[in-house]
């Protein structure tokens, strides 16, 4: 059987003529898999991404969105770029227009795929460890997708790429019972924070990152959490310093669980009306939906373009192994000297797990072949830069 094509553009540019630029060969690379196999004229086509967060400004460039949604538009799709929401939804357009990412940059709509009050959602089975979850009702209904992923970091999988993006992306917020959707996975310890005052500096940053409201210190200087609100997120946990809050977890189950959820948004469209793209690039240690952007781990890498969830997010983990580490990073921090698995090292939890979980559930292979575009060819066909000086 053959392995599935896993298409490959450096961020490099050796020349400076555009068709060897980023975006030049991100345009080949759009003309080469040819999007009309995935999407049909007139269909729908939610653009799966994260739009960021105020002082998260790492998220894929709007300048490649527009090249995407022109792609799109040319084959006679009708895409919106979209994700769920985590934050207030009136909140979260917001946050995406302060970073670019609107109908004036983009030429599409942007919209909250669960609706602005994150209950718009579809229930669906998922599997032995959630049983069910609420599928956000703009991408359950939608006959093809794009996901497009910003690769980085992520506090409870590890790593955020293609798996994450839908996993906790397309799920609602909640359902209409007010029931948390994509918090299940984050409930599956039925653990609750811990908190040592001993260890509290009360420096509020726990405060201050919590997207749900839920943490606060009374006149006492004893910490209070509304459990309603609480999500188990684990980000409060993750930016204290001190350990004075901690949230006990289990990797493996959730990169197992979050696979579940990925698999049943997926389950909703059928066999190959999903494309993924996912972006090498500010490879950063932290989510888009943290309040800072740290230092990229390791320099830009390029994209990668594929129709096999597992083989795109197996090469994507590959080549961030094999690059080089930027010193003034959490990763000089850490005294690494190699990048392999990084974000095993960086966060404690193993990606590969989840690229296996999808390959469990028969939606990705983590075998794959990189094929790599050069350059975008001119329209005689030839391939010689206009400008030959390169670096």
Known sequence: MAKPIVYFASARAKFFDYDYGFLGKFEEILNRVNLGKYVDSGDYVPIKMHLGSQGAYRVVRPAFIRKLVDALKKVGGEPFVTDTVRIPGLEYLRVANSNGINELSTGVPVIMADGVFGSDCVM????????????????????????????????????????????????????????????????????????????????????????????????????????????????????????????PQNPELFQKALAEAAAAVLNTFKKGKVLYINFVTDVQPECDCMPIADAPLVPDIGVLVSDDIGAIEKATLDLIGQAQLIRDSKAGDKELTSAENLFL??????????????????????????????????????????????H
């Not at 559930?361 to 010689?384: F, I, M, N, R, W």
Request: proline residues 5%; aromatic residues 6%; hydrophobic residues 35%.
């Open 345 to 390: 090292k960086i966060n404690g939890k193993d990606p590969y797990l989840q690229v296996q979980a999808m390959v469990d559930h028969g939606l990705g292979s983590a075998d794959y072949e990189l094929v790599e575009v050069l350059c975008k060819p001119k329209p005689d066909g030839s391939t010689q830069p206009q400008n030959p000086f390169g």
């Open 124 to 247: 669906r089975p998922s599997g032995p460890i959630l049983g069910e979850i609420g599928i956000a009702s703009a991408i359950h209904d939608a006959p093809a997708m794009i996901v497009l992923s910003h690769c980085k970091g992520h506090i409870a999988s590890g790593y955020g790429g293609a798996v994450k993006n839908l996993g906790m992306g397309g799920i609602a917020f909640k359902d209409r019972n007010g029931v948390h959707q994509r918090g299940k996975m984050h409930f599956l310890q039925n653990a609750e924070l811990q908190w040592t005052s001993e260890k509290c500096t009360h420096c509020l940053q726990c405060v201050g990152s919590c997207p749900h409201g839920s943490i606060a210190f009374d006149d006492s200087q004893l910490l209070v959490i509304d459990q309603e609100k609480c999500a188990r997120c684990g980000r409060c946990a993750r930016v204290c310093t001190f350990e004075a809050l901690v949230l």
